[in-house]
């Protein structure tokens, strides 16, 4: 299967790490889209058990989390606050002031929700 490398019209890499306006707020969204604050983003790289890899050995397809800030309305298993799982090259990465790195996926490119594993002694 050949996955497209625009959506909508748009070319992911054209909009990487563009910041968004600041002088507006996003304040919904439309149909599926979801925005998703990264939660395994640390200053310079992804954490993976524990450590810390520079995002230049981070390979784009590779496995992310993140939390769900916003949802639109037709979103019908995912909610604010819902962590989940996706594939990290399937979306828009943008900078937003609040969140910091955030990513606009549609609900079907989650592949999951997840929660933190409790350390087992």
Known sequence: MILPTEINGIVPEDYKDLPLPEDYEITELLGDVIMVKYLDMVDGGV?????????????????????????????????????????????????????????????????GICEVKENIA
């Open 47 to 111: 954490k993976r058990n524990g450590i810390i890899l520079p995002n230049q050995i981070v390979d784009q397809r590779a496995w992310r989390v993140g939390e769900v800030v916003l949802a639109g309305p037709n979103c019908k298993q995912v909610k604010k606050g819902s962590k989940v799982i996706f594939p990290g090259d399937r979306g828009l990465v943008a900078i937003r002031q609040k969140e910091g790195m955030v990513i606009f996926l549609s609900e079907n490119r989650i592949f």
